[in-house]
């Protein structure tokens, strides 16, 4: 017998993997912002602000958030799926990978 996956149920998986991709993108500004932070400047500071590294992470984030909205909108759909199962899910894979060697 043949299954199919309800539309939904694709839907949420993708918001699921993008929600790790987020989760892993904010683990890694957390990691700039420590730096900073044991050098005595906090994530208000201009230091921080102007940082390629600080940046580039909030605006992944953003835009993760957003692919999330689309999918809720029903916008994109086709192509973020793609995205989610090329880019999103081997990257979680092997990052789950990786935390279990340490293990």
Known sequence: ????VLPWIKDDVAIEIIGK??????RL???VLDAFES???DEDSPEVQANADYQYHNQR???????ISQIYRRENT???LE???TQYAPY?????KTLKSFI
């Open 1 to 4: 017998m043949e299954m199919h």
């Open 21 to 26: 991709m987020i989760a892993d993108q904010n």
């Open 29 to 31: 500004l957390i990691n």
């Open 39 to 41: 050098v005595g400047f």
């Open 61 to 67: 984030i953003m835009l993760l958030q957003d692919e």
């Open 78 to 80: 086709p192509e973020l």
């Open 83 to 85: 995205k989610v199962n």
């Open 92 to 96: 979680i894979k092997g990052r789950l």
